[in-house]
C-alpha cells in the first residue's frame, strides 16, 4: 500500500491523499474529511508542533497520519515546503524513527542526509540507483563520472590512432595490418561508449562593486510590524563582512524586518539608518514582479542597460536560451522564476544582500551554486532562509525571533543549533555579555590553567584531523570499489560496501563536528 502525500496542499489544489481508509483524496482545496479508522482519530495527532497557517498544518496533520496510521510504504512528495524549523525538525524526527520503508521526493538536501540511505537519481531520462544517501550519492556519482570520462578519452584516443595507422597504410606494405586495424576499428565502434551526460548548471557570481563603511546597518529602538508591533529591536548593529541568519517559526516577522531594512514597510518606531557607501541589493521570497505579461528577456531589459546580447548571454548562464527568453514571467515555474531574480541580483553589485528564502524551488545543484557564491560574497549577509544546508555552511551570526523577542547571537548556525542541543534555553535568551569571550583569569594559576586547557584543545584537535585523513582515504578505497561492483553489477558486493561506507560517511562528518566544536573552544579560549 502506497500513500502520497503532496506538494503543498493549498497550491492550486494540490492532490493530498488523508491518512483515511482506502486513500482517501482531498478535494480541489486541498482538503477531505480524514477517516479515522475504526478506533477514532489517533490522540497523536495532537502532538502537532504549533504551526502558523493552514497550508503547512495540513502538510504535518497528513504526514502525521501516513506515519502513525499504518502504511506501510508512504510517498512523501516535498514535504518539507514552507515548514519552519520546529516542524522541520518534528517531521525528520518522525522520518528517522518510522519502523517502515518510503519515498521521499525533497530538495532538502539537510533532511535528504539525514533520512535517506539509498538514492534514485533521474536525469536524461534515465534511473541511477546508489547503495547510500544524498551527499554520498553525489560523490560516488561524480567519480563514476571521472571513471566514464577517462574511459571515453582512452577509446577515443585509440580509434584515432587506428584511424590514423589505416590512413597511412591501407596502400602500402602494411596493408594487410591495417585491414586487421580496420576489423578491431569497426568492433570498438560497434561498442562504443558514449561521452558521460553533465546536465546543465546555473553560472552564479556575486560582486561588490565597491566597498561599504565598517557599520553597514543601524536599528534604534526598532519596533517592527504593521498594524500592531510583531517585535522590538532596543539597539543593533551589523558590521561590514558578517553574514547573519534570521531565524523563527512562521510569521514572526522576519520578512517585514526585511522590509521595514529596505523601506518598504515604516517602522511603527525607532528608526534604520543604511551606512556609508552601502548599495542595497534584494532576493524576494514571492517575486511579485516577476509575474506579468512581459517576456524573461524584457524583465532583463527593463531592469537593466543591456543590449538584447548581453542580456541573452546573461539569461543563458542562468538556463534561459532560444525560445524560453520570450516566455511570460506570470507563466514561469518557481525554479525558473528564482533563476531569474538571481540573475538579476547578480547584476546589481550590492554590498549588502538581504535574501529571502532563495533557495526556495531551486535544484539541489543550483542550491549547492548559489551556497559557494555566497561563501565566496565579500559583502555583508541578511538571509531568512529554512535551508539547513545554506544557513550551517555560509553564516556568521544569528538574529532569532521568537515570541515577540529579538535575540542576537555571534556565532553561526552550526553553533547556534549545536548549543541549543545542548541546552535548550540557549535558543530563547539573550547572549549573555562576555559569552563568546575568554573568562577573566586572576593571577598565574589561572594563566597556568588556560594554557593547559588551550593544549588540551590543540593535541586533541590534532588527533581528529589524523582520525579525519585516515577516514578520507579509507572512503576512498570504497569509492573505487563501489564503482567497481557497479560496472560488474554484483548487488551482494554493493549493499556491502554502500553500508559500509554510509557508516564511514556518517562517523567522518561526527568527527568534522568535532573538530569544529574544537576550533570554536580555541577561539573562546584564546
Known sequence: EVRLLGEYAGEGGARLLTPGKGGDIAGETGRGEPDPGEGGADPRLDRVPPLRGEPVEEVVVAAEGLLIGGVCDPLLDEPTNHLDFAALDWLEERLLTFPGGLVLVSHDRHLLDRVSNKTWEIAFG????????YTASRELRAAEHRRRLELYERQEEEIERHKDFIRRHHAGQKHRQAKDREKKLKRIERERIEAPKEGKRIALSITIGHRSGRRVLSLHDLAIGYDRPLFSIPRMELHRGEKIAIIGPNG????????TIMG?????????????????????????????????????????????GEARGL???????????????????????????????S??????????EPTNHLDPASQEILERALIEYEGTLLLVSHDRSL?????????????????????????????????????????????????VKPGRQAAGQERYRLRRIEEERRAVEERIEALEERIADLEGGLIEASTEKDADRIASLGAEYERLRRELSEEYAAWESLVNEWKEEG
Open 126 to 133: 534515465e534511473v541511477a540507483v546508489y547503495p547510500v544517501g
Open 252 to 259: 514572526c516577522g522576519k520578512t517585514t524586518l526585511m522590509k
Open 264 to 308: 518598504e514597510v515604516r517602522p511603527l518606531s525607532g528608526r534604520v539608518e543604511i551606512g556609508h557607501n552601502v548599495q542595497i541589493a534584494a532576493f524576494r521570497q514571492t517575486q511579485e514582479d516577476l509575474h506579468g505579461e512581459e517576456s524573461v528577456l524584457d524583465a532583463v531589459l527593463k531592469r537593466t542597460d543591456l543590449t538584447i
Open 315 to 345: 539569461l543563458g548562464r542562468f538556463l534561459f536560451s532560444g525560445d524560453g527568453v520570450m516566455k511570460k514571467t506570470k507563466s514561469l515555474s518557481g525554479g525558473e522564476r528564482s533563476r531569474l531574480a538571481l540573475a538579476l541580483l
Open 347 to 356: 547584476l546589481i553589485e550590492g554590498n549588502l544582500l538581504l535574501l529571502d
Open 391 to 439: 544557513l550551517e555552511a555560509v553564516t556568521t551570526g544569528v538574529w532569532i525571533i521568537e515570541r515577540g523577542r529579538f535575540v542576537p547571537h555571534s556565532y553561526g548556525y552550526s553553533e547556534y543549533r549545536r548549543r541549543l542541543r545542548e541546552s535548550p534555553a540557549e535558543g530563547g535568551g539573550p547572549e549573555k555579555k562576555g559569552a563568546s569571550r575568554s573568562r
